[in-house]
């Protein structure tokens, strides 16, 4: 694999594990709008919400407990990815020591 097309998937590969954490992130910490205080008015398309640094924030997406499936998927398209990431890095480092022996060796 030439190494533009390496560096072009790891790159890609970073900005996908970036959008897959501050979609499980809060996840995690999502609620039923059943559990929203009566003083705070939601959407009405909110499913959940979490609180942000002081601020409710409110998603689309049900809880964990609800669609546990579609949160499985995203955790494990995570995992996926970094460790894609770091196998690509591993073999692109090893690659890399290996050219430069040969050329030390001639």
């Given at each position: 694999?030439?190494?533009?097309?390496?560096?072009?998937?790891?790159?890609?590969?970073?900005?996908?594990?970036?959008?897959?954490?501050?979609?499980?992130?809060?996840?995690?910490?999502?609620?039923?709008?059943?559990?929203?205080?009566?003083?705070?008015?939601?959407?009405?398309?909110?499913?959940?919400?979490?609180?942000?640094?002081?601020?409710?924030s409110?998603?689309?997406?049900?809880?964990?407990?609800?669609?546990?499936?579609?949160?499985?998927?995203?955790?494990?398209?995570?995992?996926?990815?970094?460790?894609?990431?770091?196998?690509?890095?591993?073999?692109?480092?090893?690659?890399?020591?290996?050219?430069?022996?040969?050329?030390?060796?001639?």
């Open positions: 694999m030439p190494r533009w097309l390496n560096n072009l998937l790891m790159i890609i590969g970073v900005f996908a594990l970036f959008y897959l954490f501050f979609v499980i992130a809060p996840w995690l910490d999502a609620s039923p709008i059943s559990e929203l205080p009566p003083e705070v008015v939601p959407p009405e398309w909110a499913r959940t919400f979490y609180v942000n640094h002081g601020e409710y409110f998603r689309r997406h049900g809880t964990i407990r609800e669609q546990p499936y579609c949160f499985a998927a995203h955790v494990i398209a995570f995992f996926t990815i970094f460790f894609c990431l770091l196998l690509a890095d591993w073999r692109f480092r090893r690659l890399r020591s290996r050219s430069a022996t040969q050329k030390n060796s001639l």
